[in-house]
């Protein structure tokens, strides 16, 4: 079974920046793809980054194109999002979790970690 844990959100002012980091456990072989979801208030859990471990290829929604950067580092089992040039619309938690296949409907999300972004 795999096991997730965010850290790293805080509170920023807008155009400042935060890094995320995702420790995870229990993947059996290095051919996954793992990602960062967030959700707003009043609004549904949207993707915003995934990365194919054993590739390196990135994929990030177009809201987030050029301000973030996620990365892995294997030997600590840690994924992380560097969010740069920060915007209000920014605010969420941000959870991580598997992107290929992206969690369904049912999935627990966990308690992410909480970024709030000031104007």
């Known amino acids: 079974e795999v096991h997730v844990k965010e850290s790293g959100g805080g509170l920023v002012q807008a155009g400042g920046s935060l890094r995320l980091s995702c420790a995870t456990s229990?993947?059996?072989?290095?051919?996954?793809?793992i990602g960062w979801f967030r959700q707003a208030p009043g609004k549904e859990v949207e993707p915003v980054s995934c990365i194919v471990n054993d590739d390196g290829y990135t994929h990030y929604a177009d809201s987030v194109k050029g301000r973030f950067t996620v990365s892995s580092d294997n030997a600590k089992n840690t994924m992380y999002l560097q969010m740069n040039s920060l915007k209000p619309e920014d605010t969420a938690v941000y959870y991580c979790a598997s992107c290929i296949p992206p969690p369904g409907s049912n999935y627990d999300w966990g308690q992410g970690t909480q970024v709030t972004v000031s104007s």
């Open positions: 229990g993947f059996t072989s290095g051919n996954y793809a």
